[in-house]
């Protein structure tokens, strides 16, 4: 099992340009969630979902779109990158059974720079 | 909403130290509590879980008991490592309209020198 795994690790944009992150997973999960992390931050949700096909907002979706056309992916777009958007984006998820103590896996990380 | 408020950081230690990590929540119903760790340069991962009122959940010499009265799922380790380094997120997870979406602290970072 590879878990989670998040494409790219790096990136540099300029203000303006747009781009896509992809995370991947293989444990057959229905929830996944994109967060980012920011110093003295913590970790706040973009966008989530609990099924292929289905997204929903998070606490700081604005300037994101995400898609779930297929249950191991959840995407995540920058439609006009801005230099608030300079972050580290964590891509997780969950167990099918929608229960509350279930665990999150999380991948990586793409860090994300805009000048 | 629910919250979770974590201790600021850093915490600075030396090795073999005691370690409290203070956790306290506000959440409807009965949420379970979570630690995660998240190394250099890492994603988070689970550290340990209790999912009722009075479990102790433990990992790797780390302790926390979920209490309902105090509302606090503290961190404890007795004696702490160079390789415990590292950011602590306390989190919460409970029925929201029927998803069970989690609510993050804001981390703790720890460091240890030896």
């Known amino acids: 099992n590879a878990g989670v795994t998040q494409t790219p690790k790096f990136r540099v944009l300029k203000t303006g340009q747009s781009m896509t992150l992809l995370c991947a997973q293989d444990m057959n999960h229905e929830y996944m969630y994109w967060y980012r992390q920011d110093p003295g931050m913590g970790l706040r949700l973009i966008h989530y979902?609990?099924?292929?096909?289905?997204?929903a907002k998070g606490e700081v979706p604005d300037g994101y779109n995400v898609s779930r056309l297929k249950k191991q992916n959840f995407l995540l777009g920058l439609e006009s990158a801005a230099p608030s958007q300079t972050s580290v984006y964590f891509c997780?998820?969950?167990?099918?059974?929608?229960?509350?103590?279930?665990?999150?896996?999380f991948g990586p990380g793409t860090r994300l720079l805009v000048l | 909403g629910n919250s979770v408020t974590q201790m600021e950081g850093p915490v600075t230690l030396s090795e073999e130290a005691f370690l409290t990590i203070n956790c306290t929540y506000t959440?409807?119903?009965?949420?379970?509590l979570f630690w995660y760790v998240q190394y250099p340069g890492e994603g988070l991962q689970l550290l340990l879980k209790a999912t009722k009122a009075d479990d102790k959940g433990s990992n790797k010499g780390f302790e926390a008991t979920y209490r309902k009265e105090t509302t606090s799922f503290h961190l404890e380790k007795g004696s702490v490592q160079v390789s415990d380094s590292a950011v602590y997120f306390c989190?919460?997870?409970?029925?929201?309209?029927?998803?069970?979406?989690?609510?993050f602290g804001r981390g703790t970072s720890l460091i240890v020198h030896p």
């Open positions: 997780a998820s969950s167990y099918p059974k929608a229960a509350p103590e279930e665990t999150q896996y």
């Open positions: 979902s609990v099924g292929e096909g289905t997204t």
């Open positions: 989190a919460l997870s409970s029925a929201s309209g029927g998803s069970y979406i989690p609510t």
């Open positions: 959440a409807t119903g009965y949420p379970s």
